[in-house]
């Protein structure tokens, strides 16, 4: 029973969808919305995507302001699922800028979660940190298997660019769910929570 929970950690069970959803979207993605781009715009993006990680990392250098973000990490998540929910209506004018667009929130908002995630992971997994990489990596691995296998027997088709970006911000959505309420059960993960659920942050 005990292994059970360890299994269905919702850490872990967010990530196994995050994985899932991607095996399962990012080949229709290359298809859909990739391969229609130029490859000026392709470079722009990855520039994009990967300076604002770069920038991130040396600004949360700064403790004081690492603290302060992972206080508001619900707030983060919320405003990256509103600015994604934008790009996507962005799409419908024009790919190449939603593109860019996507690019920016993924450097910025996803690497910021990605990085304060790991003080979240600190607090909970402080003498099980080993066993829970362990297991996460294999739920990671375990999505990604299965999403790509629905796209290889094509039992979920997908020829739309809309339904590729509207299903990867529900992936978004409901992994930053089990993510705050993973984030509720640290210490005064409770509090925080709901300071920005009630905008008094």
């Not at 130029?38 to 302001?65: C, H, N, Q, V």
């Not at 600015?83 to 004018?93: D, G, K």
Request: aromatic fraction near 14%.
């Amino acid at each position: 029973m005990k292994r059970l929970r360890n299994v269905c950690d919702l850490l872990i069970l967010g990530g196994f969808i995050s994985s899932l959803f991607s095996g399962l979207l990012y080949p229709h993605y290359i298809k859909l919305v990739l391969s229609s781009l130029d490859l000026k715009i392709l470079s722009l993006g990855y520039f994009f995507a990967s300076g604002f990680p770069f920038l991130t990392g040396m600004f949360l250098e700064s403790r004081r302001l690492y603290r302060r973000l992972y206080a508001l990490l619900p707030a983060v998540m919320i405003v990256e699922i509103a600015v994604t929910a934008a790009a996507i209506f962005l799409s419908t004018l024009d790919l190449s800028a939603y593109y860019l667009a996507a690019m920016v929130v993924f450097g910025l908002f996803s690497t910021t979660v990605t990085f304060l995630l790991q003080r979240l992971k600190e607090k909970r997994y402080a003498r099980t940190r080993a066993a829970f990489e362990r297991r996460y990596a294999m739920a990671d691995a375990l999505g990604y298997l299965l999403g790509s296998l629905l796209v290889f027997w094509e039992l979920l088709p997908i020829n739309r660019v809309h339904t590729v970006l509207i299903l990867g911000l529900l992936q978004t959505t409901f992994v930053y769910i089990l993510t705050m309420l993973s984030y509720r059960k640290v210490e005064g993960g409770r509090k925080n929570l709901l300071r920005v659920l009630l905008l008094r942050t």
